[in-house]
């Protein structure tokens, strides 16, 4: 009997060894998946001069212009502070990157005798097939989300800039063009970044409320909320 309740805690150590040691592997190995793209398309969209729209600066002058000089001038410096912060962040994700592949090689080297394990090739053989589908969905998630922010800055409503209007007291002058889709505009994707300005970093969406039975006032009242 003692022979078998020594077999048996030595099969479920093993068991409960190898369950912490994928569990673990799995956990790392998902982070620099998510690492690994994300300083990859940081890199790209200060190569293609745009920003997400979490990293979108919307900081504008007081005073209404039409200019178009100016604004493209202002623009091209809020471009410049996003490329920098951009840049910051790659750094800074290169930097995990590379203490999370230490972390990776010390789990490796402090587990060889998971090797041996009868299941040991069928459970990495599991997490591979889990990490590449995760790969794939970081991939197109963010592509899609890419192809969201190209679509901005070619159509010119990357930036909320302010237009002259007849409603006072409306909490924002902001209008998506007419002929621009709100799905196509943002997503949920989109709140996905590591930073944002403290300025609303999302265009509201258009929501008309009854107008107002106030007297002092006869327009109709609009309220504005991010996706």
């Not at 962040?89 to 592949?101: D, T």
């Not at 799905?183 to 590591?194: I, K, M, P, V």
């Amino acid at each position: 009997m003692s022979e078998i309740q020594t077999n048996c805690n030595l099969d479920n150590e093993q068991e409960i060894n190898i369950n912490q040691y994928m569990a673990k592997m799995k956990r790392l190995l998902k982070k620099k998946s998510n690492l690994h793209w994300h300083i990859e398309f940081l890199n790209k969209y200060a190569r293609e001069n745009i920003s997400p729209l979490g990293l979108r600066i919307q900081v504008f002058p007081s005073f209404q212009t039409t200019i178009p000089e100016f604004k493209v001038a202002w623009e091209q410096a809020l471009s410049t502070c996003s490329t920098q912060l951009m840049k910051l962040l790659v750094g800074h994700h290169q930097s995990e990157l590379l203490s999370l592949e230490q972390d990776i090689l010390l789990l490796q080297s402090n587990n060889e005798g998971i090797k041996g394990h009868t299941h040991y090739d069928k459970r990495c053989q599991d997490i591979k097939d889990f990490i590449t589908k995760t790969t794939k969905d970081i991939i197109y998630k963010k592509q899609v989300k890419l192809s969201k922010d190209r679509f901005a800055f070619s159509e010119g409503f990357a930036y909320r800039w302010q237009a002259p209007t007849q409603y006072k007291g409306s909490r924002s002058n902001f209008r998506v063009p007419r002929n621009v889709d709100s799905n196509q505009y943002t997503t949920e994707d989109d709140t996905e970044s590591d930073s944002s300005s403290l300025l609303p970093s999302q265009p509201p969406s258009r929501r008309n409320y009854p107008a107002s039975t106030s007297s002092t006032s006869g327009t109709r009242k609009r309220g504005f909320g991010a996706h």
